[in-house]
């Protein structure tokens, strides 16, 4: 059985982890889906941005059998790729070319943190959980953890939470810079979905947004005269195409 919910709307293509008897956690199978719910999205025309969700429960991380195939012998083959594969549900969400959001509801944990933290913006319910982890279960952190959390909310934060294993809810992660916005859980997904319809009305031009947006948003980021070289061509497909011109795609 599907563990992936996939649909799209106004534009927007909604992915939905669900598998609630154990929150959610990403088997392989699963985080398969997710990979390939992801490309799918990204290689509709039509769709113009991703809000991904859990329901109730976001993600409790990796499911405990990964973890306990990889413990038994890391470098093992099949073991290796098991973890490769649940670490490619999120590097591959966050590398596609569409916007993303994150919907999280109940808790984003370890790698389901990471998963959150792999979009573009986060939208969370108050009480929603955020924590690494991964101390707490006596591992070091994988998936680039530290990187996702310091390029959201910096050093300190990261070092909070990655090192010290604080955990905040959807409130604090607001005032953090870990989501944009944090409302009561029977508005979360609504208000992520209105956000992604927003850009997703002209999915040509939200492909072209986002691509600039990480450029220039990526750690190190890129000097101001670079940023305007950068914009300067999908600016002027779009002015081409907002005047009627042929803009060959």
């Given at each position: 059985?599907?563990?992936?919910?996939?649909?799209?709307?106004?534009?927007?293509?909604?992915?939905?982890?669900?598998?609630?008897?154990?929150?959610?956690?990403?088997?392989?199978?699963?985080?398969?889906?997710?990979?390939?719910?992801?490309?799918?999205?990204?290689?509709?025309?039509?769709?113009?941005?991703?809000?991904?969700?859990?329901?109730?429960?976001?993600?409790?991380?990796?499911?405990?059998?990964?973890?306990?195939?990889?413990?038994?012998?890391?470098?093992?083959?099949?073991?290796?790729?098991?973890?490769?594969?649940?670490?490619?549900?999120?590097?591959?969400?966050?590398?596609?070319?569409?916007?993303?959001?994150?919907?999280?509801?109940?808790?984003?944990?370890?790698?389901?943190?990471?998963?959150?933290?792999?979009?573009?913006?986060?939208?969370?319910?108050?009480?929603?959980?955020?924590?690494?982890?991964?101390a707490q279960i006596g591992i070091?952190?994988?998936?680039?953890?530290?990187?996702?959390?310091?390029?959201?909310?910096?050093?300190?934060?990261?070092?909070?939470?990655?090192?010290?294993?604080?955990?905040?809810?959807g409130a604090r992660a607001v005032?953090?810079?870990?989501?944009?916005?944090?409302?009561?859980?029977?508005?979360?997904?609504?208000?992520?979905?209105?956000?992604?319809?927003?850009?997703?009305?002209?999915?040509?031009?939200?492909?072209?947004?986002?691509?600039?947006?990480?450029?220039?948003?990526?750690?190190?980021?890129?000097?101001?005269?670079?940023?305007?070289?950068?914009?300067?061509?999908?600016?002027?497909?779009?002015?081409?195409?907002?005047?009627?011109?042929?803009?060959?795609?």
């Amino acid at each position: 059985m599907s563990e992936i919910g996939y649909a799209v709307e106004d534009h927007v293509a909604v992915i939905t982890l669900e598998a609630p008897e154990r929150r959610n956690a990403l088997s392989v199978p699963m985080a398969g889906e997710l990979t390939e719910a992801a490309l799918t999205a990204e290689a509709d025309p039509s769709v113009g941005a991703v809000v991904v969700t859990g329901g109730p429960h976001f993600c409790a991380g990796a499911a405990r059998n990964v973890l306990a195939e990889a413990g038994v012998d890391p470098t093992e083959d099949g073991n290796y790729r098991n973890l490769g594969a649940v670490y490619e549900a999120f590097t591959r969400l966050g590398g596609i070319g569409l916007p993303t959001i994150a919907a999280v509801r109940g808790a984003a944990v370890g790698a389901g943190l990471n998963l959150a933290l792999a979009t573009d913006l986060r939208i969370v319910s108050r009480t929603a959980r955020l924590l690494p982890g991964f101390a707490q279960i006596g591992i070091h952190p994988g998936g680039g953890h530290f990187t996702l959390l310091a390029r959201v909310a910096g050093r300190e934060a990261a070092a909070a939470m990655g090192l010290f294993g604080e955990e905040v809810d959807g409130a604090r992660a607001v005032e953090l810079g870990l989501a944009w916005a944090a409302y009561d859980d029977a508005d979360v997904e609504g208000e992520a979905f209105a956000l992604a319809r927003r850009v997703a009305r002209d999915p040509a031009l939200a492909r072209r947004h986002v691509a600039s947006f990480r450029h220039q948003t990526a750690p190190g980021g890129l000097p101001w005269a670079a940023a305007v070289e950068l914009e300067r061509a999908p600016q002027m497909w779009s002015l081409r195409r907002k005047h009627g011109a042929p803009s060959g795609g």
